[in-house]
């Protein structure tokens, strides 16, 4: 039963270091290994979800392995989510294909006046603003897809982002502000020189993992609440 999701903004920020704190040598390893796996195109994503794979085992006290970054089962779901997002790319750059030419050719022919260079102007700003939301909208929208795809086993993308557009409603400004958050604390590392952002990154994934499995844990216990309340007016 997909539902609007309860966000626990300070227990993610907590549980997260307290994960990483569990094994962070592997944690680390696993990490580099995410950064050699995103070397090999289309992999990136792929690399970020085995690691949220990663994390549920070491959360769960099971053997992790952080070989298993290096692991393909899920390639599918993040090749089509890629490409789905590098079509959305070029689609918004259709409009400024479009413009730059017919803006340099009236400005060969002399005809550009100042009131509509003024109006080109408003219009290219106005398309920025509104792709900026767009893309922040979509982006927060998909938030749980991730997690989705390598927790829950969903591999149709249409499906992931469906069940991720509810599960985020209400919650689009914490995400938002979570995220930023989370950026900032991973980024505390280049203060020792940069060295200290390979000890520090880490935990950008262990925090992300902890606020999709929780997600994933609350649709699965009222998966399991309604199913035995059907099972009751069976009886």
Known sequence: MVKPIEFKFNDYLNKGFELIKKDYGNFLLAYFF???????????????????KFCRRVDRGETA???????????VPYFILQLIIMAGIFAIYIPFIILIPVVGLFGDAGEVTGTASVLIIML?????????FAVFYFALKGFYIPGL?????VKDIKTG???????????????????????????????ACGIGVLLTMPYYYTTYYVALEDAIR?????????????????Y
């Open 34 to 52: 995410c950064i050699i796996m995103s070397i090999i195109p289309f992999c990136g994503f792929l690399a970020m979800g085995n690691f949220y």
């Open 65 to 75: 392995n952080a070989g298993d970054i290096f692991n393909f089962d899920d390639f």
């Open 124 to 132: 290219t700003f106005l398309y920025i603003l509104a792709l900026i």
């Open 149 to 153: 795809i390598s927790l829950k086993k």
């Open 161 to 191: 982002w469906n069940m991720s557009k509810i599960m985020t409603k209400n919650n689009l400004l914490l995400i938002f502000l979570f995220s930023i958050v989370v950026s900032f604390l991973s980024q505390l590392g280049i203060l």
């Open 218 to 234: 609350q649709i699965e216990y009222d998966e399991i609440k309604e199913i035995g309340l059907k099972e009751k007016d069976e």
